[in-house]
């Protein structure tokens, strides 16, 4: 099984974290489950992800105190694997973990992801937890140097054989219960290690192993970032998806850094390789961080954040509660013009990048047409310094063109006439340019 034949376009779909935060239940994960399936499958939003502590008991309880309550009672079998919190989950009850969750999420025609974090149980070391099918106990291969600065769950592994089946036995357990999608948390950047943020990266093999050795085609998500451009080619060998950035949130100092980011990757998308720009932080937000809010990002902030997503190839998340999205939301969602620029075909290119404007464009040599993208940077209205300039002649397009703004559906002839136009505040103007 090649990793990339099940992954040959980023994936995307929803994740329960930005709304749920350690919160999620399994009703809730259904009905945003029933809502992507009837009104978002057809545009190609399929994965359904269960974020972080789906095995804390008590999860979210003292939020006013700790995200992640230190040393709090989880769910865990006898060969040192967690298992969903049956209190929030209770199709687990029997000991079957997500399977029937998992299986209500196929039955939608969609699939079906959980979160980790990298590692083992540090309460499966205290206690001496076997590891099944080994001799040794999960203590012998913990390794309590290795930890993650604000989880408080787990131990890194130790790069030995037994470690290595530690891993192999949690792939099992997961491909039994039908997932199909892993994001591994602390382990893209270890960041409680700044002379060694790469410090993880035999766990970051031993997870393709044990996913190889499945047979099961499960996407490896690598979680947080900022990933390492100098390990861009060990991110490609071994995993599908890797974070190019901490949490990305709805503020527009956050989406303007993205610029940058997505200009130090754009050369390393390719078929069921991509670096990741995290969530799509839109729509309602916040329940289990303590207060519903709606996303801090005006209309147009959301345009150019799908924009430059889209462009540059990232998976898609959506990170709000699905059925509480108005209909503006859903517009942003289902532009199919916007969603067909994530093709690996499209290579993204820069052509400006400044204070006032960036200008992003987007080829496919087998194909008589490109997108550019003029994104206005700053604060105020304005026109496009790009497209009043010698802009035409730079995306190799006379004036003998069709530009089609995909956002509006508006039709110009010229590139005179896209010079005149007013771009928002912190909006884009998204063209397909095709030759007549």
């Not at 939003?45 to 003292?62: L, S």
């Not at 687990?92 to 196929?106: E, I, M, N």
């Not at 892993?182 to 093999?205: F, G, L, M, Q």
Request: charged content about 25%; aromatic content about 12%; some cysteine.
């Amino acid at each position: 099984m090649n990793k990339n034949d099940f992954c040959p376009t980023p994936p995307m779909g929803w994740n329960s974290y930005d709304y749920y935060d350690t919160t999620v239940t399994e009703e809730d994960v259904k009905r945003n489950a029933d809502y992507l399936s009837e009104h978002l499958l057809s545009y190609g939003w399929e994965y359904v992800v269960v974020d972080i502590q789906w095995y804390a008991h008590g999860a979210g309880t003292r939020r006013d105190e700790f995200q992640y309550i230190p040393f709090s009672k989880m769910e865990m079998d006898e060969y040192s694997r967690f298992l969903p919190d049956p209190e929030r989950f209770p199709s687990s009850t029997d000991g079957s973990g997500f399977k029937k969750l998992a299986d209500y999420v196929h039955a939608k025609g969609l699939k079906f992801g959980i979160h980790i974090m990298r590692g083992i149980p540090r309460l499966a070391a205290h206690l001496h937890g076997a590891v099944l099918g080994t001799s040794v106990t999960a203590d012998e291969i913990a390794d309590p140097s290795s930890i993650s600065k604000w989880n408080p769950d787990m131990y890194g592994v130790r790069n030995t054989e037994a470690g290595q089946r530690y891993y192999d036995s949690l792939l099992e357990l997961y491909a039994s219960w039908g997932v199909d999608f892993i994001k591994c948390d602390d382990i893209c950047n270890t960041n409680a290690y700044p002379h060694d943020p790469y410090s993880a990266r035999h766990e970051v093999e031993m997870l393709h192993r044990a996913i190889e050795k499945t047979g099961r085609p499960i996407v490896l998500s690598l979680s947080p970032g900022p990933a390492l451009i100098d390990e861009a080619a060990h991110y490609e060998r071994f995993a599908n998806m890797w974070r190019i950035t901490d949490d990305f949130w709805d503020h527009w100092e956050s989406l303007l850094d993205m610029f940058d980011r997505c200009r130090t990757w754009k050369d390393h998308v390719k078929p069921g390789c991509y670096p990741d720009c995290d969530m799509l932080p839109i729509g309602k937000l916040g329940k289990g961080f303590g207060k519903i809010r709606p996303t801090n990002f005006t209309f147009e902030e959301q345009r150019t954040m799908l924009s430059l997503w889209c462009l540059f190839g990232s998976p898609l998340m959506i990170g709000s509660e699905l059925p509480a999205m108005d209909e503006k939301t859903v517009s942003l969602l289902t532009n199919r013009e916007i969603l067909a620029m994530r093709e690996p075909k499209y290579k993204p290119e820069v052509l400006v990048q400044n204070d006032e404007e960036a200008v992003w464009t987007a080829v496919c040599e087998t194909e008589d047409r490109q997108y550019v993208t003029l994104f206005n940077l700053t604060d105020a209205p304005r026109r496009s310094a790009f497209a009043e300039g010698s802009g035409a002649e730079k995306t190799g397009y006379s004036e003998l063109s069709k530009i089609t703004e995909l956002w509006s559906g508006e039709i110009f002839d010229t590139w005179e006439s896209i010079s005149k136009q007013e771009i928002p505040a912190h909006g884009c103007l998204v063209l397909r340019v095709e030759k007549k």
